[in-house]
Nanobody, 119 residues
Framework: EVQLVESGGGLVQPGGSLRLSCVASGFTFDDYGMVWVRQAPGKGLEWVSDIRWDGESTSYAESMKGRLTISRDNAKNTVYLHMNSLKPEDTAVYYC????????????WGKGALVTVSS
């Protein structure tokens, strides 16, 4: 059974930093790309970042570019999202997801981690 479990969310002040983690199980982690997606209150899903299976290629949403670093540790079956210079509009539930083999969709999702940016 595929499982993705996010952690590291919480309340952070504007300008602060946070690192989200997502531990994967139930599949061969280093065969697949991984994705972070977020959903702000009352809004739809927004793709945030993705990372190739080997960690050698990454992509970021323009809205957060320069403030994010995605990384992975294949030995620990874990993908990370380090966020800095956080803004109130970054408040959202952040989900990690597993890409399908072709890399153009996601087939498994975690339950999400809430990040609240507020003073």
């Amino acid at each position: 059974e595929v499982q993705l479990v996010e952690s590291g969310g919480g309340l952070v002040q504007p300008g602060g930093s946070l690192r989200l983690s997502c531990v994967a199980s139930g599949f061969t982690f280093d065969d697949y790309g991984m994705v972070w997606v977020r959903q702000a209150p009352g809004k739809g899903l927004e793709w945030v970042s993705d990372i190739r299976w080997d960690g050698e290629s990454t992509s970021y949403a323009e809205s957060m570019k320069g403030r994010l670093t995605i990384s992975r540790d294949n030995a620990k079956n874990t993908v990370y999202l380090h966020m800095n210079s956080l803004k109130p509009e970054d408040t959202a539930v952040y989900y990690c997801a597993k890409e399908v083999a072709a890399g153009n969709a996601m087939d498994y999702w975690g339950k999400g981690a809430l990040v609240t940016v507020s003073s």
